[in-house]
T-cell receptor, first 113, second 116 residues
């Protein structure tokens, strides 16, 4: 079975601070990895995804994530956050042979202006 | 990008009644659709995976007779909550996957169900 662990439940930052949200997964095979964002009152949107190739993937709005296979991690980063980044962030994993994704519990990011 | 719509966005019903939620992929064909349930301050819990033209695959612990899923076309899936009870009150989210192109899941805006 696949599982996802997000270590930070709630992160509070000031604008321009750097962000790193942790995500670790458990799965006994090759995976696809995703980060989704849910802005207040809006639906889930894909931030970025990793399928194969370069383990450092860049997504929308200046976000990036690095897949470290040896650590089963896929941490999300942004060098300088903005107030508009306030949202809920979800990491998800999907086995390449599985049809379904498993989501982490989410991290609430609050950016203070 | 691809758009997934859900209808209704919000529904309030009496205990014992049934509620149908529609999920549509607006500009792509979705061979596979997923239904999730999200509790406040919690993650998405996958309820079932729906493949067009075949029976849905339910996750462990999800009652298939209570949560009826129909995926009649490549752009429409429906979730019917039968004989709803207050504990069924939740946020229901559908997702469609544009297999084989892109292989990305697109999420609907969700439906808030409140059972009185």
């Amino acid at each position: 079975a696949q599982s996802v662990s997000q270590h930070n439940h709630h992160v509070i930052l000031s604008e321009a601070a750097s962000l790193e949200l942790g995500c670790n997964y458990s799965y006994g095979g090759t995976v696809n990895l995703f980060w989704y964002v849910q802005y207040p009152g809006q639906h889930l949107q894909l931030l970025l995804k990793y399928f194969s190739g370069d383990p450092l993937v860049k997504g929308i709005k200046g976000f990036e994530a690095e897949f470290i296979k040896s650590k089963f991690s896929f941490n999300l980063r942004k060098p300088s956050v903005q107030w508009s980044d306030t949202a809920e962030y979800f990491c998800a994993v999907r086995g390449t042979n599985a049809g379904k994704s498993t989501f982490g519990d989410g991290t609430t990011l609050t950016v203070k202006p | 990008g691809a758009v997934v719509s859900q209808h209704p966005s919000r529904v309030i019903c009496k205990s014992g009644t049934s509620v149908k939620i529609e999920c549509r992929s607006l500009d792509f064909q979705a061979t596979t659709m997923f239904w999730y349930r999200q509790f406040p301050k919690q993650s998405l819990m996958l309820m079932a995976t729906s493949n067009e033209g075949s029976k849905a695959t339910y996750e462990q612990g999800v009652e298939k007779d209570k949560f009826l899923i129909n995926h009649a076309s490549l752009t429409l899936s429906t979730l019917t909550v039968t004989s709803a009870h207050p504990e069924d009150s939740s946020f229901y989210i559908c997702s469609a996957r544009d297999v084989p192109v892109g292989d990305t899941q697109y999420f609907g805006p969700g439906t808030r169900l409140t059972v009185l």
